[in-house]
């Protein structure tokens, strides 16, 4: 009777096993054929030749991923740092990481305030800030511009008001290229830190104070150390889009203060390199990857020390 018993368990598990498989089939193979697919491609055009009009010549070379760091002089074929290239990665890199962090102070009071509101209240709050992503990132960001450039909102109100006698010149400058992203991906900071801090028990509060803490104690050793991860996510979903960013840094910088995202589509556009610019979407890839292998360790490290 067990033996048979156990025959009927292994036949139901087998069942069920592919019925799974069954039910999981469509989004793998969706994901085969609109993700690892073109990524495939990618990954064969970078180590292909390019064309002299667009295109790639089907010869294996690994010139496009010598020219992502390096470059040719023309006259004596030597090798050198491509200062272009290493000048668009550092800006992309560190106004990323600038914009992660001042979405994160100006997003940290905002998801409080909004844990911190009577439960009727925090929807309205929630719909105000999810309000910008009603309107598409290309109107979000000329909205930008027209509030920064020298016949804008802000230029016209500090002269009525008399503050400066000339328009300030803030378009198209690393400024207004910082604005412009902060302002587009805020949200994308407060939803996550409001999911973390509406948890919060604010007991916790009253028994630090209890314990003579300050109120920088209770933030750094209570507060902060609760809502991590929250802080985590809301730093990859800022950090990971501003580093493929193409629209905001094509408006407000002007075409000027390049990044990674308009390098890239430089290249498959008007530079017709297409191994090169697929090689530097491999790179950004492998960049994201980094970043979210971080966020993963990180939280998995957080859990195991609760433990």
Request: glycine share 8%; aromatic share 12%; charged share 15%.
């Amino acid at each position: 009777m067990g033996m048979a018993a156990r025959t009927s368990e292994q036949t139901l598990a087998r069942k069920n096993t592919r019925r799974a498989w069954a039910l999981v089939s469509p989004a793998l193979a969706l994901l085969a054929v609109a993700a690892i697919g073109p990524l495939a491609v990618v990954i064969v055009y970078s180590f292909l030749t390019a064309g002299e009009y667009g295109g790639v010549v089907w010869q294996f070379s690994t010139d496009a991923w010598v020219k992502v760091l390096l470059e040719r002089d023309i006259f004596d074929d030597s090798l050198s740092f491509a200062d272009a290239h290493l000048t668009i990665f550092w800006r992309s890199i560190s106004l990323s990481l600038v914009t992660t962090v001042l979405t994160f102070l100006a997003g940290f009071p905002t998801a409080w305030f909004i844990a911190t509101r009577p439960a009727a209240q925090r929807a309205f709050w929630l719909f105000l800030i999810t309000i910008p992503f009603w309107t598409n990132l290309l109107v979000r960001t000329f909205a930008i511009n027209q509030v920064i450039r020298n016949e804008g909102v802000m230029n016209t109100v500090l002269l009525w008001a008399g503050v400066i006698e000339t328009p300030l010149q803030m378009t198209y400058t690393q400024g207004a290229l910082l604005v412009g992203m902060v302002y587009v991906y805020l949200p994308l900071m407060v939803l996550p830190l409001f999911a973390a801090l509406e948890r919060f028990d604010l007991r916790l509060l009253e028994a630090g104070y209890d314990l003579y803490a300050s109120r920088w104690q209770v933030l750094t050793r209570i507060i902060l150390p609760i809502s991590r991860p929250g802080i985590i996510a809301g730093s990859i979903l800022v950090f990971v889009p501003c580093l493929g960013a193409y629209v905001t840094p094509r408006i407000l910088g002007g075409g000027k203060l390049m990044m990674l995202g308009n390098f890239i589509e430089l290249q498959f556009g008007q530079g017709r390199n297409w191994p090169l610019g697929a090689a530097l979407s491999i790179v950004l890839l492998v960049i994201v990857t980094i970043a979210l292998l971080v966020y993963v360790r990180t939280i998995s490290g957080g859990d195991k020390a609760r433990e």
